[in-house]
């Protein structure tokens, strides 16, 4: 049952991932793609509609990830606090920005918003992919079950770590690189003229750089946590995951030079699906691997009792169930290019 | 204010006062729209139309703030009250996590079809967006508040000898009585302070002149409701709400009405400020056996004192408890009388011209977010010292490796950019107000002419 909890919130953070990621790509390329006014807004109106329904993903998971495993959540919230706290003063910048843009029609303030919505968004997808690279790394937890990270110590892998050191850096930067592709692929495919043909040359543009930060980044990690080639010497078949990553990046490429908006989104999609489950698959049994390997949060020793992970699973199904029905019906709804002169969002 | 639990205290108390000013309003409001969605539908009036949509924006602005300052709540749990969340996380976690799963997927695509698609979903389609809102807003209250009563009075749960807590039953939590009128009490206070702006701002219109036919519609919508709540926030809610602590929190209820000494017929303190030291109320104005009555029905019954109870049991903060209390309870009344006497004016169609009331309308609008405040205040104060009621010691709940200096870090940073949304609320809003609900019928070019990209001066607030 704690696998099938595992797997699950795995799979809610990957939805986070590829949703609230599209968005926060868009943030990032937010100045290199839109240079006028019109354009801007049309990035904006992009995600407009669907932005705050992605990150009700994280909320989610973070919600599935408390009652499924609290001793994690507890652990990795309060060592995390530093990087969290941060995480969640972007994020209200960044709604605020986004939500605020089009409610002040003024000649200095829209600018800001868009310093604001771009630069937020810039720095979250570097805190993710730091965070996922703390996981990946381990983290100082003894006996106690807790750890407290500060934001950096001596930037190495040594037993009193940082947030941040190389690693994490290192990781941080490709997740910028590989959601700058994905926003790009995706306000592609949302827009038309020419902010649609500037996203889709970026795109191509990061899908090199992602290339080469993948095979880095990739290789790294084998090294700095063992579990992860153990993993996939014990259950081979778990080379389909890295593979459906390897799969979506070649898609990116082919389906961008054969024109297809939507496509090569996806493919996108299939990357970052791939590579996150790689990762999970690769430290599991960990939820939290220690850098004292003796004080790993494991599936078995953070889970929740066996009655709610029951019942848990019961309602989620039901609860998934609904929320997929309506995010197909607001997809739907909104489905098609954003035009230049579309009702602006908010107004 | 030095040691980490205190700082985490704060920390938690100033980020969901904070965060909870918006979703009593929205929580409200949703209601209220909803009712001028069916009249639209009813009358075919486009009257009502313009005046959902208008309110429509109002909402929007503050459900955008309630949302980023809502996300931090969930997060606090991990990162402040680490110890709690590890023991009870297995329960908790449940009605937070239903919340995301059944309330926020919901509110968060039916808003947008609510903001951005009345022309696409017409008008039927329009008002069930609306209650979709409505209905995923009130939803997620109701896990909160599960959350919060089961805090208040644990349920559904078994302790293991490592001191973890697991769910046992699910209904047991999602059915706790404690959750079901805390719930009854809190919806009715977020509908309070929803018809007391939507009445403020029809009294300004009155006032000012402008937009007449609207602000006399928000004027009888916002007092109509309004007097209906006002008298149930009293009874049964309030009541009932007072007998469950008795009943289960009897040194709580003893530190709420600063009764010091166990006594039969106890009276009720009306004013007086409690002097803790001494264990007296100094200058009191009481109703004599009045305690006893309400608690009991029974004007002689034997109330328990603070005396009773051995002093590691009484909650912490006596006196701002007492006095969170004694606001709310007080502010309760003003708006029984408030409302009642509109809703008198209303009836002998005098309520228009009397200026003097539409006044008093109309500086009431902090009113009900004080007694709202206060409200919850009295509830987590008097849970003290207590974090999960007779389970789990406030002290023994925080984050033992977070230390005071990143917390006290933290708590400014938030108010800080608390401080900063508080002014874009106040411009935003206040824009809407001046613009009012007939500027939805101008094309949307009208935005960007130069009267508009000319901010509202500042100084005119």
Redesign the interface.
């Known amino acids: 049952m704690e696998t099938i909890w595992f797997v699950l919130v795995a799979l809610m953070v990957a939805m986070y991932v590829l949703l609230d990621g599209f968005d926060l790509g868009a943030g990032a390329i937010h100045f290199l793609v839109a240079k006028t006014q019109e354009e801007r807004r049309q990035v904006i109106a992009s995600i407009g ?2 932005w ?2 992605n ?2 993903w ?3 998971a ?3 990830l ?6 994690l ?10 990087p ?2 941060m995480v ?2 972007l ?3 960044r ?2 920005a986004v ?2 843009r089009n ?5 200095i303030w829209i600018p800001f918003w868009d310093f604001v919505f771009s630069g937020a968004s810039l720095l979250l997808a570097i805190f993710l992919g730091a965070a996922l690279g703390n996981v990946v790394r381990g983290v100082p937890l003894d006996a ?5 990270e500060p934001l950096w110590t001596n930037w190495r892998l040594g037993e009193q770590t940082g947030i941040l050191d190389w690693f994490t850096v290192l990781v941080g930067v490709q997740a910028l690189l590989a959601l700058m592709m994905h926003g790009g692929l995706w306000v592609q495919y949302k827009t038309s003229g020419e902010v649609g043909r500037r996203a889709g040359k970026l795109a191509g543009l990061c899908w090199w750089a992602v290339l080469v930060m993948t095979g880095i980044v990739t290789a790294l990690t084998f090294a700095v946590q063992p579990q992860v080639t153990a993993n996939f010497k014990t259950w081979p078949l778990g080379y389909v995951l890295p593979v459906l990553a390897v799969a979506g990046l070649a898609g990116v490429q082919l389906e961008l030079r054969r024109g297809k908006e939507l496509k090569a989104f996806l493919a996108s999609c299939a990357y970052f699906l791939g590579m996150l489950t790689s990762v999970v698959f690769g430290v599991y049994p960990m939820v939290l691997p220690a850098r004292n390997p003796a004080f790993s949060l494991t599936v078995s020793n953070a889970k ?2 066996a ?2 992970l029951k ?2 699973l019961i ?2 199904v039901i ?2 169930i ?2 997929t029905v ?2 197909v ?2 997809y739907r ?2 489905a098609g290019k954003v035009t230049a002169n579309v ?5 | 204010m030095g040691s980490a639990l205190d700082v985490h205290r704060l920390h938690f108390a100033f980020t969901i006062t904070y965060h909870y000013l918006f979703p009593q309003l929205t929580m409200g409001l949703a209601l209220l729209i909803v009712i001028l969605k069916t009249f639209h539908l009813r009358t075919g009036s486009e009257h009502y139309a313009r005046a959902a949509r208008f309110w429509a924006k109002i909402f ?2 503050n459900f ?2 309630g ?3 809502g ?2 709540m ?2 606090q ?4 009250w ?2 709690f ?10 009605t ?7 309330s ?3 509110e ?6 609510f ?3 009345e022309k ?1 979903l017409g008008r039927i389609g329009h008002w069930f967006a609306a209650f979709f809102v409505f209905l995923g807003s009130w939803l997620s209250g109701y896990f909160i508040v599960a959350t919060d009563a089961w805090m208040q009075h644990p349920t559904g749960y078994r302790q293991l000898a490592s001191g ?1 807590i ?3 039953s ?1 209904w047991g939590l999602l059915l706790n009585k404690w959750a079901l009128w805390q719930y009854a009490h809190n919806m009715i206070g977020a509908v309070q302070t929803g018809c007391f702006v939507m009445a403020a701002i029809g009294a300004f219109y009155l006032l000012s002149k402008r937009e007449e036919a609207y602000g006399r519609t928000f004027l009888k919508m916002g007092i109509t409701v309004g007097v209906i709540a006002a008298i149930l926030q009293l009874a049964p809610s309030g009541d009932l709400q007072g007998k469950l602590i008795a009943a289960n929190q009897p040194v709580t209820l003893a530190a709420m009405e600063g009764l010091f000494t166990s006594q039969d017929g106890a009276p009720v303190a009306i004013l007086g400020q409690p002097d803790v030291p001494k264990r007296q109320l100094d200058n009191p104005l009481v109703i004599p056996r009045m305690l006893s009555f309400l608690t009991y029905r029974n004007w002689s019954a034997h109330v328990r004192g603070l005396d009773d109870f051995p002093e590691d049991q009484w909650p912490d903060k006596i006196e701002l408890l007492y006095f969170s209390y004694h606001v709310m309870v007080g502010l309760g009344t003003i708006f029984i009388a408030v409302m009642a006497f509109s809703a008198f004016l209303l009836w002998h169609g005098k309520l228009y011209d009397a200026r003097w009331m539409l006044w008093v309308l109309m500086l009431s609008v902090p009113l009900p977010y004080i007694a709202n405040t206060a409200g919850w205040m009295t509830a987590e104060l008097g849970r003290q010292p207590w974090l999960i009621y007779g389970v789990m010691r406030t002290i023994h709940g925080f ?5 005071a200096g ?1 917390t006290w ?2 708590l400014i ?1 938030f108010m800080g ?1 608390y401080t900063l ?1 508080s002014m ?1 609320w106040l ?2 809003i206040y824009r809407e107000i001046e613009r009012g609900p007939e500027s939805e019928g101008e094309p ?1 070019t009208d ?2 002419s130069p009267v ?2 000319e ?1 509202v001066v500042p100084t005119r607030y």
């Open positions: 509609p669907v705050d329904g990150e009700v994280l909320l989610a973070g919600g599935a408390y009652f499924a495993f609290p001793a959540y507890a652990s990795s919230f309060s060592g995390f606090y530093l969290l706290m969640l003063w994020l209200i910048l709604g605020t939500e605020f409610h002040i029609h003024s000649p106690s079950g807790y750890f407290f929740a009792g009655y709610g019942i848990g309602w989620w609860g998934m609904l929320a309506y995010f019906f607001v709804s909104f009702e602006s969002h908010g107004d | 929007g602005i955008a703030i949302v980023v300052t996300i931090p969930e997060f749990f991990g990162t402040n680490s110890e969340s590890k023991a009870a996380g297995g329960v908790i976690g449940q937070l996590a239903m919340e995301g799963v059944f926020f997927f919901l968060s695509t039916f808003l947008g079809l903001l951005f698609g696409k973890e697991e769910l046992s699910f984050s033992p490796r977070v230390a990143n870090f933290t940073g950019m949304l874009l411009f935003l949307l935005l960007t508009e990209t901010p």
